[in-house]
């Protein structure tokens, strides 16, 4: 993975402006959040062209 390109999960879903990083966290526990249609884990990196779902909303 590129890591120039890549951004942490939860940074990517709080700066989307839909939630707080702990809240973003808290979702991704929860498995809420899924990338590419694949459950999220905590620390995951996502790339720019990722699809990422948070409680069934595109982000």
Do not use: W
């Not at 390109?5 to 809240?23: M, P």
């Not at 973003?24 to 990722?50: L, M, S, T, Y």
């Amino acid at each position: 993975m590129d890591k120039i390109t890549s951004i942490r999960l939860n940074k990517f879903i709080s700066d989307s402006g839909f939630c707080s990083r702990r809240e973003a966290d808290k979702f991704i526990e929860q498995g809420k959040v899924f990338v590419n249609k694949q459950r999220a884990q905590i620390g995951d990196f996502i790339q720019p062209k990722d699809n990422v779902y948070v409680n069934g909303h595109f982000i």
